[in-house]
């Protein structure tokens, strides 16, 4: 097993640059699993669906040395021999797990497709549209809607703007975090100039995409491209359950902090706090309700008020209190 230390970077792993004899693709669909079989033929079925061609586009399954199905015999039987399949020798973690990934893709566009995520047709034609009319950019992104284990639509995030390069972008998204991993595509000389992902196994995609805009254009379209899962037993839900969420939002703002100019921090990290300490109430409903412990609860709505204590914050937890007491 990889100590916690390898297992957790302190500093942005090294992405290397690729030998110019490497045949380089468009795309590089890269995805990253890890116990998570049962949505695994949907992300792919998902991908498959908008194949642009092995000339035009990588497909790539990263197994994280998964326990609950045999990985390669599935993706065998859905791929046919078309998407690529590397399984880690033990398992790595999430953060090595990404950093893999993004060093074994050859296309000079990386996208990072979770097992348990799926897209929507349309979304690799209308991605590779935006790099071609903002040449620019390094990184673009869709709006997504977020899903239920059984693949229903539970939730949709207000639009980031119109179509295009965003503007003000790395103040409004140090601020707050509208992007999944589903709906981001990054150029990977982008992630061999900044590195991969490192820190924390939660909020860590957030600092990498502000890390992101403080050095590159980024494009967006409102249009719905892609679906988030929101499942138990994922990393999300685990740090839940266990109140790490709020000690790993903490290094994520600090380390946020350092991409912004001295003279915004205290108000944009006061903004930030307030998203966050919204986000841990809306979080704690969702744990509540799956596992019906008070006191979890209450540990965690004392966290919220600890990340920000904004009148509106107080709102949210009333709100919390009501629904809990009329439904349960």
């Not at 982008?190 to 590195?195: F, P, Q, S, T």
């Not at 988030?228 to 994922?234: A, E, G, L």
């Not at 979080?283 to 799956?290: A, L, S």
């Not at 008070?294 to 949210?316: P, V």
Request: overall charge neutral; proline content about 4%.
């Amino acid at each position: 097993m990889s100590t916690l230390a390898s297992r957790f970077p302190t500093t942005a792993p090294i992405i290397a640059a690729l030998p110019d004899s490497v045949t380089r693709p468009v795309w590089s669909v890269m995805i990253p699993v890890y116990n998570c079989a049962v949505y695994l033929e949907d992300a792919l079925q998902s991908v498959l669906q908008q194949d642009l061609g092995e000339e035009a586009m990588q497909i790539q399954v990263v197994d994280d040395a998964s326990t609950d199905l045999d990985v390669q015999a599935l993706v065998e039987r859905i791929g046919g021999g078309r998407v690529e399949y590397f399984r880690q020798p033990e398992n790595v973690g999430s953060l090595r797990n990404f950093e893999t990934c993004i060093n074994r893709a050859r296309g000079h566009i990386v996208h990072l497709l979770h097992g348990d995520d799926r897209i929507v047709p349309g979304f690799y034609t209308k991605m590779e549209a935006l790099y071609q009319r903002y040449p620019e950019i390094g990184a673009a992104f869709s709006r997504y809607v977020s899903i239920s284990e059984e693949g229903n639509k539970i939730g949709l995030p207000a639009a980031v703007d119109e179509e295009g390069v965003l503007s003000n972008w790395l103040e409004r998204i140090a601020q707050h975090q509208p992007i999944q991993y589903a709906c981001m595509t990054v150029r990977r000389e982008v992630y061999e100039r900044l590195g991969s992902f490192y820190g924390t196994s939660y909020g860590e995609d957030w600092e990498m995409w502000v890390r992101i805009a403080r050095y590159y254009p980024v494009a967006y379209t409102p249009e719905v491209l892609a679906n988030y899962r929101i499942r138990t037993h994922s990393i999300t839900w685990e740090k839940s359950r266990n109140s790490q969420i709020v000690p790993d939002l903490l290094n994520v703002l600090g380390r946020i902090q350092s991409h912004l100019p001295n003279k915004d921090r205290k108000k944009i990290i006061d903004s930030s706090k307030k998203y966050c300490a919204h986000m841990m109430v809306y979080n704690t409903y969702r744990v509540f309700k799956e596992l019906k412990d008070a006191r979890l609860a209450h540990t965690q709505i004392k966290q919220a008020l600890n990340l920000s204590n904004h009148y509106s914050i107080y709102f949210s937890i009333a709100k919390f209190y009501l629904k809990c007491a009329v439904e349960y």
